[in-house]
């Protein structure tokens, strides 16, 4: 179960420059399972380092939630004008997102130095705060990630806002009508050849000799009817193919969609892995600097002691000397 200390810990840690955040976690995690906190705990070990670019992100929605706020706001408005493609309020909208996007990196970096003067002369990856913050106008779920104040990693996004939706047309019995004009019109082009069909065809529909109007009149009205039939069986043929086709496209794009899912778990699955391991390897290095400076501070003492022996050494040298002499003195005043 959350509770207030522990989200206000882990505020504290996201807040903090990413430098000493793993020294941070172990120190609270210690901490945690030290008072017998064991959810806590388990939610402290389970947070991962961000990245300086996340760092100054997380800094804006901490620190600044109001001009976060903003930034959401803005970007609701833009994906209704995209939907509604409202081509004055895109162009002002878009407008504002350069502005606050602008005002949101420098409102960063200044933060930053806020915290650590020395930032001021460093070279920050403000491109990729800007990124991140172009990425949330499109993204919802990449603007609730930066509004929580605890991104890891810096967000890109390629394009902006939604897809439009294709324009449909609604067909009537006009346009239904004009279609089969159309078709017979192809029909009649393809039934003029080859020549001895359509002499044939010619013959059928024009009186003989022999024949009456009234008797010629059923043939005209016969070939008619089968050209009309001949469109429309070709019309139907060819609404068959293309669904044939529009069934096979739909096999393969959703047999790529499962293979690029797939992909996509097993690519997470790995990058969470070795942010696991660069966490490890970065207390490992932590653990070896705190030994490397208990080690220097031994070195330090010892040499303090050998200089200390060597007094120590040359005083006595100085005292064998000196006795040694005085016995010289004595041994020469003696009469022979």
């Excluded at 705990?41 to 706020?69: F, M, S």
């Excluded at 403000?126 to 609730?144: F, K």
């Excluded at 004009?178 to 359509?198: G, L, R």
């Excluded at 065809?201 to 009186?207: G, Q």
């Amino acid at each position: 179960m959350a509770t207030p200390e522990t989200d206000e810990l882990i505020r504290r840690l996201y807040e903090a420059p990413p430098e000493g955040f793993v020294a941070g976690r172990a120190a609270a995690v210690a901490a945690a399972r030290k008072a017998g906190d064991k959810e806590a705990a388990r939610r402290l070990a389970a947070l991962r380092k961000p990245t300086v670019a996340a760092w100054l992100v997380n800094l804006l929605a901490l620190r600044r939630p109001d001009l976060i706020e903003d930034l959401v706001e803005l970007a609701t408005a833009l994906r209704q004008a995209q939907r509604s493609l409202r081509g004055d309020d895109l162009r002002e909208l878009s407008q504002q997102r350069r502005q606050v996007i602008s005002a949101l990196v420098r409102s960063a970096q200044q933060l930053a130095v806020e915290d650590d003067p020395a930032l001021r002369t460093a070279k920050l990856p403000m491109a990729e705060v800007e990124a991140t913050l172009g990425a949330a106008l499109a993204e919802p779920d990449v603007a609730e990630q930066v509004r929580s104040g605890r991104l890891i990693r810096a967000a890109a996004y390629a394009g902006f806002g939604e897809v439009p939706r294709p324009r449909l047309r609604l067909v009537t019995a006009d346009d239904a009508a004009d279609d089969t004009d159309d078709a017979d019109d192809d029909t009649d082009d393809a039934d003029e050849s080859p020549e001895p069909e359509s002499s044939a065809s010619s013959e059928s529909s024009v009186p003989s000799e022999s024949e009456t109007p009234d008797e010629a009149e059923p043939k005209r009205v016969s070939v008619l009817d089968e050209r009309r039939r001949r469109a429309e069986e070709k019309a139907r043929n060819e609404r068959a193919a293309k669904r044939r086709d529009l069934q096979r496209e739909l096999t393969l794009a959703r047999t790529a969609d499962r293979k690029a899912k797939t992909a996509l778990e097993r690519a997470d699955e790995a990058e969470r892995a070795a942010s696991h391991a660069v966490d490890e390897l970065e207390e490992h290095i932590a653990e070896l600097e705190r030994q490397r400076i208990v080690a220097q501070a031994e070195v330090s003492r010892r040499k303090l002691a050998r200089r200390s022996a060597e007094r120590e050494a040359s005083a006595a040298r100085r005292q064998v000397g000196d006795v040694e002499a005085a016995l010289e003195d004595l041994d020469a005043e003696e009469p022979d």
